[in-house]
């Protein structure tokens, strides 16, 4: 597959990481910038902010909707009265989203929250994983296997079985349903690696610690997913989906938000510098 380059967009992206007014870039700033392929790879990296935005839209919170996503409230709304069209017209959402607005409309607007979280979580999965791109694909399935853990060791603490909340139809996500169904004497998986070490995080009782142990491991699995990605979109989404960790870290503890974007900032000037040693290198 051809593999495009944006230099210069990924020099600039230190001085504007250092803008903390600035530092998760809107969609619109990105259309004029990537290639409209790259683009889209990127718009369905936004899509958990649609889906979050959805289920509030659902349960009227409408003032809390995030700029962040794809699609506004009255895109939302747009799509609703697109669906009682007597003539055969577009979607504007995708289509996983329209499914949920339509189950949520026959049961007369009163759609269970975790039913409808469940069915657009899959959804967005669903799409990531088939929009060709591997790192996307890469890191929607480790994030996929993070998510069911976590939702089985919480549920295990409540004594509860929610087999039927677990995503997706792999190895471990079987095994976690299994696991779930006999809540006890169990083996933690072993497959994929990462597995276990995610099963003792989860097992952390302060909410911030797990927090950030959580965030850790998934900021060095991103980083060995790029290893020796520079200027390419890999990168950009790598970038972004890092930045929305430090983001949110900035909202739940300013003092660790900002050392997390210290870290993206030094990790930009190592990668630009390496990836001008190895230019100069390959002269």
């Given amino acids: 597959m051809f593999r495009r380059y944006y230099h210069c967009f990924i020099a600039g992206l230190y001085d504007l990481t250092l803008d903390d007014g600035k530092s998760l870039l809107p969609l619109r700033e990105l259309a004029g910038i990537l290639h409209k392929d790259d683009y889209q790879l990127v718009r369905i990296l936004f899509l958990p902010y649609d889906n979050s935005n959805l289920l509030k839209y659902m349960s009227g919170e409408v003032s809390k909707i995030n700029s962040l996503g794809n699609y506004t409230v009255e895109d939302?709304?747009?799509q609703i009265s697109r669906l009682d069209s007597i003539i055969k017209v577009d979607d504007i959402l995708p289509e996983y989203m329209v499914s949920v607005i339509k189950t949520w409309i026959a049961s007369e607007k009163s759609m269970n929250q975790i039913v409808a979280e469940k069915l657009l979580t899959e959804g967005y999965f669903k799409v990531a994983a088939g929009s060709g791109n591997k790192f996307l694909k890469k890191w929607v399935e480790y994030d996929l296997d993070m998510n069911n853990i976590l939702v089985l060791k919480n549920s295990m603490e409540l004594g509860?079985?929610?087999s039927e909340q677990i995503i997706g139809k792999n190895a471990l996500a079987e095994e976690l349903r299994a696991i779930s169904r006999k809540k006890s004497d169990f083996r933690v998986p072993t497959e994929p690696e990462y597995?276990?070490?995610?099963?003792?995080?989860?097992?952390?009782?302060?909410?911030l610690e797990r927090e950030m142990k959580i965030d850790i491991v998934k900021w060095n699995h991103i980083n060995d997913l790029i290893f020796f990605e520079y200027f390419t979109i890999d990168f950009i989404l790598a970038y972004l989906i890092k930045l929305s960790i430090?983001?949110?870290?900035?909202e739940l503890d300013s003092a660790t938000g900002q050392e997390m974007l210290k870290k993206l900032i030094?990790?930009?000037?190592?990668?630009?510098?390496?990836?001008?040693?190895?230019a100069v290198r390959s002269e």
Wanted: aromatic residues 8%.
């Fill in 76 to 78: 939302i709304e747009e």
């Fill in 160 to 162: 509860i079985e929610v």
């Fill in 195 to 207: 597995a276990s070490s995610i099963f003792n995080i989860a097992g952390e009782s302060d909410f």
């Fill in 246 to 250: 430090a983001h949110r870290w900035m």
């Fill in 266 to 278: 030094s990790e930009l000037k190592t990668i630009e510098t390496t990836a001008t040693e190895d």
